[in-house]
């Protein structure tokens, strides 16, 4: 099988309309390098999923599809695959019977790399195209085009309590992105004081607030197709805020001038990213997002503890994501 990547290959993977995103290749084993041919003659794809003597394989994009690796000692282009749920790998024609799946564990999925070409496998996360070539493999994140994210805004700020949320989500209709950064505020900034008692008096016996539950109930009538394309665009927003944080620590002093409205952006930034959190996790997804608000959150706790609050101007944004959340980071509690 050629690892050439063309168009026809990937309609016949199911990824024809995708981006591919670049990723650092893996190295066979070094005992294997070179060996472009064959499988170690004792070692076959059933025998691997029989339980034959297989070491640990590590890649980032492996970690990030949520897929742990392990490939045949004896026959090192044979790869085992597992993730926490269902695996899907699709193969073109020619390399259909190198890939290997049963039934009774869908979480697992064994591969002839030797023979197999590129495969597009797929778990709950992301899909990857894996690549073998002659040193080692290319893995390769599948990107498919954004799904549409529309959110009934107008319906929501018809029926919203609160009015100076209303007016900071009103301009936030422009695009689908705003729309679930909107939906994400409405979740959970809405203040206790303009729910007025009768309603206070429900949440606190457990009925649900219609005006609270919409944004979550939205998130939950997403397609898997618009909660990836939400999830997608969440990491990268996540991932975009180490290095403007990295940026200002130093510049974080009382003669300074500008760092005050940068740190209240960088603020609102993440508050924006959190109340999409819980959309996700309403709809069922959110770790990919977990995974990349963990460095920002590390660094941005180390940043924030050297903060003079004296020199940061009051807002109403943030003072809510402190009383939502007192161990937010990015929270003004004054």
Known sequence: MT???????????????????????LAWPESDVGAASGLGAAVTLAMLAAGARTAPVAHPGLAEAGLTAAYAIDAPRLLELASEGPITVRASPDGADAVLQSPEHPNVAWLD????????????????LVVPGEKGLLLREVVPP?????APLADWL???????????????????????????????????RHLGDDRLTALVAGRVDPELARPRQWARSLSPAARATLERRAVER?????????????????????????WVALCRSRDDLEGVTILLHEAGRGERLEAALAPVDDLGRRVAAGVPLRQVPRDERLRRAALNDPDAWWGLAR
Do not use: F, K
């Not at 954004?146 to 529309?150: I, R, T, W």
């Open 3 to 25: 690892d050439r990547i063309d168009e026809r290959l990937l309609a016949e993977l199911g990824i024809a309309d995708a981006r591919l995103v670049d990723a650092e290749p």
């Open 113 to 128: 790399l030797a023979r197999s070409g590129p495969v597009a496998v797929t778990t709950s996360r992301l899909t990857l």
């Open 146 to 150: 954004d799904a549409p994210l529309e």
């Open 158 to 192: 018809a029926s919203c309590s609160d009015p100076w949320l209303v007016e900071q989500i009103r301009p936030l209709a422009r695009d689908g992105w705003s729309a679930a950064v909107a939906a994400g505020m409405l979740a959970r900034l809405v203040e206790p």
């Open 238 to 262: 996540a991932q975009a805020l180490l290095s403007p944080l990295v940026a200002l620590e130093p510049r974080i002093d009382d003669d300074a001038p500008d760092w005050p409205a940068e």
